[in-house]
């Protein structure tokens, strides 16, 4: 149980189009949804943090214009990485927190690797 | 804010030994829960261990433990009988509950060899 996906695993995109990037929890309702951004040989850093119907709570940092989430239903959030240049390539992950779960433990989506060229 | 240092940024382990990966913390909430999360080349998320701050026995998965410190604010990984498939990147995470909900505070990593 508590499984995560995402799609696409990997999109390459020209500079200056927008790129949508799915997070769903299949068999559970996430109270919660993250979104990450690793760039290689780093660390994972927290974008912004979304709760169903309501606007994400983005990090110091974060474009807000340019990384539009959607957390539409309790099983689907969505990243669109607007205008996107190869400065905004890089390795997504999202992850979602269990409704009536532990707040506190998340489960991973297995990424999705942006290449902007 | 919290923040979680990974002093090692590598570290190798001979099959079936076992290794000692560090963490320490540090944070201003009395309610946290801290993680090591293991992160192999498919780049999937993999939940290792937890730790309810407000427990003092340490948690153990099978040939994984964990030696908390709360009053050194430490939080280290030990691996035992170690395995080829456990070569991967470690973090050290802990929570905040910033926003209303539990976010994730990362370490910058342990990259873990194991030598056959």
């Known amino acids: 149980g508590a499984v995560v996906s995402q799609h696409p695993s990997r999109v390459i995109c020209k500079s200056g189009t927008s790129v949508k990037i799915e997070c769903r929890s299949l068999d559970f309702q996430a109270t919660t949804m993250f979104w990450y951004r690793q760039f290689p040989k780093q660390s994972l850093m927290l974008m912004a943090t979304s709760n169903e119907g309501s606007k994400a709570t983005y990090e110091q940092g974060v474009e807000k214009d340019k990384f539009l989430i959607n957390h539409a239903s309790l099983t689907l959030s969505t990243l669109t990485v607007t205008s996107a240049h190869p400065e905004d390539s890089s390795f997504y992950i999202c992850?979602?927190?269990?409704?009536?779960?532990?707040?506190?433990?998340?489960?991973f989506g297995p990424g999705t690797r942006l290449t902007v060229l | 804010a919290q923040t979680v240092t990974q002093s090692q940024p590598e570290m190798s382990v001979q099959e079936a030994e076992t290794v000692t990966l560090s963490c320490t913390y540090d944070t201003s909430e009395s309610d946290y829960y801290l993680f090591w999360y293991k992160q192999p080349p498919s780049r999937q998320m993999i939940l290792v261990i937890r730790q309810e701050a407000y427990k003092q026995q340490n948690a153990t998965e099978n040939r994984f433990s964990v030696n908390f410190q709360k009053a050194a604010k430490s939080f280290s990984l030990k691996i035992s009988d170690s395995q080829l498939g456990d070569a991967a990147m470690y973090f050290c995470?802990?929570?905040?509950?910033?926003?209303?909900?539990?976010?994730?505070?990362f370490g910058k990593g342990t990259k873990l060899s194991v030598i056959p």
């Open positions: 992850s979602a927190s269990l409704l009536g779960g532990r707040a506190s433990e998340q489960f």
């Open positions: 995470a802990s929570t905040s509950s910033g926003a209303g909900s539990y976010q994730l505070t």
